[in-house]
């Protein structure tokens, strides 16, 4: 590493390297689980879970309620790798921090990334406890600069100006939408804009007001991409 906020290629591998040697499980789906959602992690079967004070470079979470592992296992028969507990922005981690795990994920052969975490909603027609799945998002922190991307590209992750149109799956959002109507909640469920706002502060009522005129739908505290 060669400087508390810059991480370099190898700082990735040899943690990818690292949970590769101690599992057999090779997932292709990663799922980021966000408050409230830890459980689900708890319902893999055949687990390798490891504690993220135990994974070599990986960061610590400070956040009360969430577990601070990695579990792998399988969900209804097929591999993947859970995120039991996230790292955020007003934790005190640099941004490169909070996103070390998708690297580190990519690296282990991962190709699709769940992200989930509690918001809350704008949108005049959504209820508490909706659950809302991301069609777009407003980066404000993104927008004023704050980027992990900032600093020297590593093209083997992705092009220096990556475009952010469409980084929300057309085909998996139509897939959970489907998938949610054959279980008869689709009353639940919505489709919309998230905002990534700095924190730790919940907004205050201009700033809500200020979001909601942008177009925003939900927000929260937690990095996307
Ligand atoms: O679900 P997680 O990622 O914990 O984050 C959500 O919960 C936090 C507190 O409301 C906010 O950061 C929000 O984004």
Known sequence: MHNKDQICHEDYQKTADWLLSHTQHRPKVAIICGSGLGMLADA??????????????????????????????????????????????????????????????????????VVTNAAGSLADSYNCGDIMIIRDHI?????????????????????????????????????ALDICKSMGVSQYVQEGVY?????????????????HRLGVDAVGKSLKV
């Open 44 to 113: 893999l079967e055949c687990q390798d879970s490891f504690k993220y004070s135990d994974i070599p470079g990986f960061p610590q979470s400070t956040v009360k309620g969430h577990a601070g592992r990695l579990v792998f296992g399988e969900l209804k028969g097929k591999s993947c790798v859970c995120m039991q507990g996230r790292f955020h922005m007003y934790e005190g981690h640099s941004l490169s921090k909070v996103t070390f795990p998708v690297r580190v994920f990519k690296l282990l052969g991962v190709d699709t990334l």
């Open 139 to 175: 980066n404000f922190p993104g927008l004023a600069g704050l980027n992990p991307l900032n600093g020297p590209n590593d093209d083997m992750f992705g092009p220096r100006f990556p475009p952010m149109s469409g980084v929300y799956d057309k085909s998996l959002r139509k897939m």
């Open 195 to 211: 905002c990534m706002v700095g924190g730790p502060n919940f907004e205050s009522i201009a700033e809500a007001r200020l979001l």
